[in-house]
């Protein structure tokens, strides 16, 4: 027995492959037809034939190299017929646009390693001055927890080593009305306390909205390494008591809905949002267990590319199967890689892509549990999954599906599809589940690819379809967080000058840096 097999029969939760082959074969002959051919209406659907439904179709930049190759043929033929393809003419067109190419690439190459070595003069510039002797060791401990409890105590004790703990201690800052949150404090405090439902009510409705009186300002959070000012800390506990007290109070049930209704949709929900990022996806799974057992699991969440993966495995699941599947030997069922070099080699020779989709819709059936549809996860956990993709089309929107808008689309074709990156996975087919249980192509045959290539984080769409005013985003691309600086420090990371209150790496190098990266993005 090899050592996966060993570790499968000590955790049953990692023993079920949940593959449907027949579920597999459908997708294989769908992935099998090309042009029209395959790209029938679904039984109930069709407009009285049984012809195949012909759709038009843009061509694409992300087209495999072999399929572009076979239609230069057919380009030369339409320039001769003057079809009109959207190219623009013209002798200086044709004459200046690659010195241009080669000028703009030369400037943007300079650009980035100048930002670079800015960059690298901050870090070095605070490591040598400020992160020594206690300071680094505390923020070494940060950086090594295993938990966020571990974290969250070394983060207490470098405030206090680093004295923002007085700057807590203050209510008055220029960064949000504390006037006004003293005043909603003290009512709070005396209404429940004098047991008038009414005026509780009344008081709640005033405060409990989207960032009432600044309190969100992300420079409240950026002073310390933990928490914020305490007068804020305050509300948030007085409103949670006041919320604790008006549900057990005698108020008429219909009032109750009422008011939890109103404050809902006032207050917004919560979303974690899973970026996409390749292995990089695997950090992930620690945030999900972290939220997970502190008992803050948002019941929205959205995934794109290796993102979805995450999303899809903690949506299919309830937050007690959850606990037993993060485990460490959770990673012998990530198996995405496990084919020689000389087979995906000549995989990507012929048909432009590193990985075959059909081995990867049985891979990822474990994740999403089988062939569960979007509603059938929403009906089984109670949780919404959101997983992005874009139509291969080149003129087609990104689209966010979930229960609402794709409910019978299988769960793990809309993961493939999000992470159909170009030349690591051709563009798939989204799979629907008919009433009888076989399978079709989804949305008349369209192919669909990576969603992170437009739309990594669906803030807005997740706003406009769920309320969802407070994502909690997992970014972990490191092209992103390359250029992400904070000169006046970030959520948990206070600048190391002036006890939080400093420039990064001080004034002169905040401004360098950006110079540079506002003419690097202009």
């Not at 990156?421 to 087919?429: Q, R, T």
């Not at 992103?480 to 959520?491: D, I």
Request: charged fraction near 20%; aromatic fraction near 12%; glycine fraction near 6%.
């Amino acid at each position: 027995m090899s050592e996966t097999e060993m570790l499968q029969e000590m955790i049953p939760a990692l023993q079920q492959d949940y593959i449907n082959y027949e579920h597999i074969k459908a997708f294989a002959k769908a992935m099998e037809t090309e042009g029209d051919a395959g790209h029938i209406l679904p039984t109930g659907d069709q407009p009285g034939s049984n012809q195949p439904v012909q759709r038009i179709s843009a061509a694409s930049d992300f087209a495999p190299i072999h399929q572009k190759l076979l239609q230069a043929d057919s380009d030369r033929n339409d320039k001769l017929r003057s079809v009109d393809r959207g190219v623009p003419e013209g002798f200086m067109y044709y004459a200046f646009r690659w010195p241009l190419l080669f000028m703009m690439c030369w400037l943007i190459c300079t650009e980035f390693l100048l930002y670079v070595f800015i960059r690298q003069v901050v870090n070095l510039f605070e490591v040598t001055i400020f992160w020594r002797g206690t300071a680094g060791k505390l923020r070494n401990r940060m950086r090594s927890s295993q938990t966020y409890g571990e974290w969250k105590r070394a983060a207490l004790e470098l405030d206090k080593f680093r004295d923002h703990n007085a700057w807590k201690e203050k209510d008055a800052s220029a960064y949000y009305d504390w006037r006004i949150i003293q005043r909603v404090v003290a009512a709070l405090r005396v209404t429940r306390e004098k047991e008038d439902v009414n005026a509780l009510i009344g008081v709640l409705n005033l405060c409990l909205k989207n960032n009432f009186a600044g309190i969100e300002n992300f420079s409240l959070y950026s002073q310390s390494f933990h928490g914020t000012k305490h007068l804020v800390e305050q509300y948030y506990q007085e409103v949670e008591r006041a919320l604790y007290y008006l549900e057990k109070s005698s108020l008429d049930p219909q009032v109750k809905r009422t008011f939890y209704r109103v404050a809902a949709k006032n207050f917004g929900r919560t979303a974690l949002c899973l970026s996409g990022g390749a292995s990089f996806a695997y950090y992930h799974f620690g945030v999900v267990k972290a939220l997970l057992d502190a008992n803050l699991l948002p019941t929205i969440v959205s995934g794109t590319s290796a993102g979805g993966l995450v999303a899809a495995l903690v949506c299919t699941r309830t937050n007690e199967e959850l606990k037993q599947l993060l485990v460490p030997e959770l990673a012998y069922r990530i198996t995405g890689c496990d084919e020689p070099m000389h087979t995906w080699l000549w995989r990507m020779y012929k048909t432009g892509a590193r990985f075959d989709a059909i081995r990867w819709a049985a891979k990822a059936m474990f994740f999403t549990r089988g062939s569960l549809t979007f509603r059938e996860a929403y009906e089984r956990t109670g949780k919404t999954l959101n997983i992005s993709v874009v139509p291969f089309e080149q003129h087609s929107p990104a689209q966010l599906l979930n229960h609402i808008n794709a409910p019978d689309c299988l769960i793990w074709s809309a993961m493939m599809a999000s992470a159909a990156v170009p030349g690591i996975l051709n563009p798939v087919f989204l799979m629907q589940k008919l009433p009888d249980g076989s399978l079709h192509p989804w949305s008349w045959g369209n192919k669909f690819r990576d969603g992170s290539l437009r739309v990594d984080i669906p803030v807005q769409q997740l706003h406009t379809m769920f309320n969802v005013t407070y994502p909690i985003v997992s970014q972990v691309n490191p092209h992103v967080h390359l250029f992400h600086y904070g000169s006046k420090g970030s959520p948990g990371r206070p600048t190391a000058f002036r006890k939080g209150r400093g420039w990064r790496g001080g004034f002169l190098l905040s401004a360098a840096e950006h110079i540079v990266s506002g003419s690097r993005l202009t």
